[in-house]
C-alpha cells in the first residue's frame, strides 16, 4: 500500500454553527446513525429516541470524529433491495431527526451532519445544531442549494443517477470512470454556480448507488480519480452490498469486508469514511496510521 497520511496537508473546513471539520492525517470516521424503520443494515434499531441519542453517544466515544444522521433510508430498489426504500413525507423525516439531533447537539463536540435530499429538512436540522449537509442527490432539492449557500454549511455531494427506486435496474456506463467523475465534476461546478464555496464540497462515488458489484470494486480501486475534482473525498462502502455479493455474508456481518473498504479508501487519500462500525473502524485506522508514522522515530 503507498504511504499516505504522513505527507498530508492539514485543512480546516469551517462549519455553520461555529464547530469545523479538520482533516489531517488519518481519514475522520464519520458514523452513520440511522433513524429509519427500515435502513438495508440496521433499520429499526436506532427509531426509539432515546436509543438513538445512545447510539450517537457511544459512536463519539469510540471515536467517530463526525456523525452522520439519516432520517430517510436511501437503499435504491431494483438489485437485492427489491422495491427500494418508502417515500418519507418531510413531517415524517423531520419527527424522526429532530428530537434526536438536538439531544446530540447538547452532549457531543464532534460535527453532526444530516443526511438529506430535502431543502426544508436541511433547513430545520441547520436551526437545529447540524454542522453539514450529506445529500445522496449532490442538490437535485435547489431549495438544498440554497439553504447550503444561506448558511455556508460544508456538503457532500454524492454521484448516483436518476431515481432511487429505478437506479439499480437502469445501470448503463459506457465508460464508468470517466463518466462518475464527469457528472460528480458538472454536481461540483452546479453547486458552484449556485453560490456554494469549493471549498466547503466534499465529494463521494456514490459505492451501491446505481452500480454493478464489478463497478463498485473499480470505483474503488481507481478512487484517485477522484481527487482530479480538487475536493476532499468521502467513502461510504460500509456493509454494502458489493460486499456481501463477494462474501456470501449478511448486511449485518460484513465489518471485515467493510474495513478492507476503509483501509483501501485510507491508503488512496480518503478525507472520510462513513461507517456503522465505529470502534472497529477506529482501531483499523489507528494502527494503520502508526504503521504509516513508523519512521517518524517516536517510542
Ligand atoms: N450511503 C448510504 C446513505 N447515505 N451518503 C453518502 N455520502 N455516501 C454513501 O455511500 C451513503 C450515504 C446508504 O447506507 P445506509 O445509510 O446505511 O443505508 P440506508 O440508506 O438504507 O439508510
Redesign the pocket.
Known amino acids: 500500500m503507498p504511504s499516505t497520511i504522513t505527507t498530508r496537508a492539514i485543512r480546516v473546513i469551517p462549519c455553520s454553527g461555529g464547530r469545523a471539520i479538520v482533516l489531517a492525517g488519518r481519514p475522520l470516521v464519520m458514523g452513520?446513525l440511522?433513524l429509519?424503520p427500515?435502513?438495508?443494515?440496521?433499520?429499526g434499531l436506532w427509531l426509539e429516541p432515546e436509543k438513538a441519542v445512545e447510539r450517537g453517544l457511544e459512536m463519539v466515544s469510540s471515536g467517530a470524529d463526525l456523525l452522520?444522521l439519516?432520517a430517510?433510508?436511501?437503499?435504491p430498489g431494483g438489485g437485492v433491495y427489491g422495491g427500494g426504500?418508502a417515500h418519507v413525507p418531510v413531517e415524517e423525516e423531520m419527527r424522526r431527526l429532530l428530537p434526536v439531533l438536538e439531544r446530540l447537539r447538547d452532549e457531543v463536540e464532534v460535527p453532526i451532519s444530516v443526511?438529506t435530499r430535502k431543502g426544508e429538512v436541511a433547513s430545520a436540522a441547520l436551526a437545529s445544531g447540524a454542522d453539514l449537509v450529506?445529500d445522496?442527490s449532490a442538490l437535485g432539492d435547489p431549495e438544498l442549494a440554497r439553504v447550503v449557500v444561506e448558511t455556508g454549511c460544508p456538503v457532500?455531494l454524492?454521484h448516483s443517477r436518476g431515481e432511487l427506486a429505478q437506479m439499480q435496474r437502469e445501470i448503463g456506463f459506457d465508460d464508468l470512470l470517466a463518466e462518475v467523475v464527469g457528472e460528480l465534476g458538472s454536481a461540483v461546478e452546479r453547486a458552484v454556480r449556485a453560490g456554494v464555496s469549493r471549498q466547503q464540497i466534499f465529494v463521494?462515488p456514490?459505492?451501491?448507488?446505481g452500480k454493478t458489484p464489478r463497478q463498485n470494486l473499480l470505483l474503488l480501486r481507481n478512487l484517485d480519480r477522484l481527487h482530479d475534482l480538487g475536493c476532499p473525498v468521502?467513502?461510504?462502502?460500509?456493509?454494502?452490498s458489493f460486499i456481501g455479493h463477494l462474501t456470501g455474508a449478511p448486511a449485518d456481518d460484513r465489518l471485515g469486508g467493510s474495513l478492507a473498504a476503509v483501509g483501501w479508501a485510507a491508503a488512496h487519500h480518503a478525507a472520510v469514511v462513513?461507517v456503522?462500525d465505529v470502534a472497529a473502524t477506529r482501531q483499523f485506522l489507528d494502527v494503520w496510521e502508526a504503521i504509516d508514522r513508523a519512521d517518524e522515530g517516536r517510542e
Open positions: 452513520v440511522n429509519t427500515d435502513s438495508f443494515s440496521d433499520g452522520d439519516g430517510e433510508s436511501t437503499r426504500a443526511d450529506n445522496i457532500v454524492m463521494d456514490g459505492i451501491g448507488f468521502l467513502v461510504g462502502a460500509s456493509r454494502k462513513r456503522h
